[in-house]
T-cell receptor, first 118, second 113 residues
Framework: AQKITQTQPGMFVQEKEAVTLDCTYD???????LFWYKQPSSGEMIFLIY??????QNATEGRYSLNFQKARKSANLVISASQLGDSAMYFC???????????????FGKGTLLTVNP | DGGITQSPKYLFRKEGQNVTLSCEQN?????MYWYRQDPGQGLRLIYY???????QKGDIAEGYSVSREKKESFPLTVTSAQKNPTAFYLC????????????FGNGTRLTVT
């Protein structure tokens, strides 16, 4: 079973509008971290935002916020005021903390390709 | 500046040859990782290392080998046993807790013909 599911292969948004990228996860661990990365066409992986499973407040970093709904096991990324430079592939990832020797692995979803239109 | 250096950026090899991808970090991170990315796909874990002289297989380790003789270095060898070696390879490092993000290098694009 997939641990990270991103159901939107591609998304389009108009410049200056907000967009939500979906991510659901599956884990039986109580301790875990959820991460979002951006991958432009150049290929590098850019860390955007992080949410810990025990964090009570949703994480925010500038124009990025993470809508964390623990009961639903979802960790959606919200990008406000989209810019042309936001066009990229976005990956949701999870790191589980209670899995003994495997607690260092970061498991990725298949990604969502975001296109920002002028 | 601290970071992760992968070299080379592009690599071309003939089928049947082994090839080694370099990864060096100066972030003083304990853990290092190798991921593979195929077009339109997410990242899949090949190998990871939590400390020097120790490493574990990831989800797709067959046809690959690694070493971790120094904290700063985690080279990946793509052997001739890897059936589909053409891919984009990303190296990463992180402090050793699940709360820490991975920091990635810029990747090596390997083409085998």
């Amino acid at each position: 079973a997939q641990k990270i599911t991103q159901t939107q292969p591609g998304m389009f948004v108009q410049e200056k509008e907000a967009v939500t990228l979906d991510c659901t996860y599956d884990t039986s661990d109580q301790s875990y971290g959820l991460f979002w990365y951006k991958q432009p066409s150049s290929g590098e992986m850019i860390f955007l935002i992080y949410q810990g499973s025990y964090d009570e407040q949703n994480a925010t970093e500038g124009r990025y916020s993470l809508n964390f709904q623990k009961a639903r096991k979802s960790a959606n990324l919200v990008i406000s005021a989209s810019q042309l430079g936001d066009s990229a592939m976005y990956f949701c990832a999870m790191r589980e903390g209670n899995s003994g020797g495997s607690n260092y692995k970061l498991t990725f979803g298949k990604g969502t390709l975001l296109t920002v239109n002028p | 500046d601290g970071g992760i250096t992968q070299s080379p950026k592009y690599l071309f090899r003939k089928e049947g040859q082994n090839v080694t991808l370099s990864c060096e970090q100066n972030l003083n991170h304990d853990a290092m990782y190798w991921y593979r990315q195929d077009p339109g796909q997410g990242l899949r874990l090949i190998y990871y290392s939590q400390i020097v002289n120790d490493f574990q297989k990831g989800d797709i380790a067959e046809g690959y080998s690694v070493s971790r003789e120094k904290k700063e270095s985690f080279p990946l060898t793509v052997t001739s046993a890897q059936k589909n070696p053409t891919a984009f390879y990303l190296c990463a490092s992180s402090p050793g807790t699940y709360l820490s993000p991975l920091h990635f290098g810029n990747g090596t694009r390997l083409t085998v013909t």
